[in-house]
């Protein structure tokens, strides 16, 4: 008996340390638009985070789980703490994750400066030479919330996938086009071009600039009122 009176303190003890080590506090950078993602069943849309510190530098992941107590923002970045608690496996449905995520507070919370790029845009230049406005001029419009693009390059007409995007840097997926051919094609192809080595970007007030990974000027736009 005084055997079991000794070790029952000593289990308590170990028990709660495990269970202390099963929990740990982090910090996460929530992105301002969700992403499509497949979880189990099918696809949903997940959020994405970043662990990072500068989030204009950010890498996103997708994030599978729910995080109770979070409200997400369309259009602003969250700077989030965090409790991550380890799950018993047993106790965990399939598909589901093993980590329980649960809101510690928001640490802080800023609108997306690239959210002002979510627009038509008309081009008024290539490779830093002006282009006269006609009814074959291209245009570009950018929508964040799916992160797409889609247009006209003048002659035909595109859809994108924009893979990553931060408050600097822009980066294009695969641009699919209708594949019509027009008298002049010189625009279209300078264009599309211009737009498949863009790698960076500037907005002032209702104009866009483009460059190219050595920052020369690729395309030059504006908002379409």
Known sequence: MSLLKTMLPITIIATLFTSCNSIKTTTYWVNSVKTDCSAGAGKMQCLQVYKGVDVDK????SFYAPIEGFEFEFGYFQKIE???TQLDPKDVPADASSIKYKLVKVLEKKQDPKMTLNDIWMVTGINGSPIAKSRQTPN??????????SGTDGCNNFTGEIKNITARNIEFGPIASTRKMCLDMTIPN?????????VSY???NLTLTFYDANGNETLALKKVD
Do not use: D
């Open 202 to 204: 500037k907005k002032e």
């Open 58 to 61: 950010a890498t996103w992941s």
């Open 140 to 149: 570009l419009e950018i929508n964040i919330a799916k992160m797409q693009i």
């Open 82 to 84: 965090v409790t991550e």
């Open 190 to 198: 300078k264009f599309n071009k211009a737009l498949n080595v863009s």
